[in-house]
């Protein structure tokens, strides 16, 4: 069993910056790949980011260049760096635990409560 717990959501102006993390409890997190989904209010689940176990990562288009994933696997947790934020940024963040690096949603075994980020234009 991994809990994820998000935090760092919050309201921001279009071009800053947030940075949320997603704390895990369990031991085995580092062998776990992680992604970052966002759900905006009437829209599916779409994918953001992911990083595998080993560092690497892949990110959606529409991220690419402005967002950054990371991990650490000491202190079990993943983070997402948002910069040039935009107002279709704004949505609901889940950050997610798979066995195996996914772009889909339903490659995730567990997911957090989520976070809100919203961008004002």
């Known amino acids: 069993q991994v809990q994820l717990v998000e935090s760092g959501g919050g309201l921001v102006q279009a071009g800053g910056s947030l940075r949320l993390s997603c704390a895990a409890s369990?031991?085995?997190?580092?062998?776990?790949?992680m992604g970052w989904f966002r759900q905006a209010p009437g829209k599916e689940r779409e994918f953001v980011a992911a990083i595998s176990w080993g560092g690497g990562s892949t990110y959606a288009d529409s991220v690419k260049g402005r967002f950054t994933i990371s991990r650490d696997n000491a202190k079990n947790t993943v983070y997402l760096q948002m910069n040039s934020l935009k107002a279709e940024d704004t949505a609901v963040y889940y950050c997610?635990?798979?066995?195996?690096?996914?772009?889909?949603?339903?490659?995730?075994?567990?997911w957090g409560q989520g976070t809100q980020v919203t961008v004002a234009s």
């Open positions: 369990g031991r085995t997190f580092s062998s776990y790949a």
């Open positions: 997610a635990a798979a066995q195996t690096w996914a772009v889909r949603p339903e490659k995730y075994d567990y």
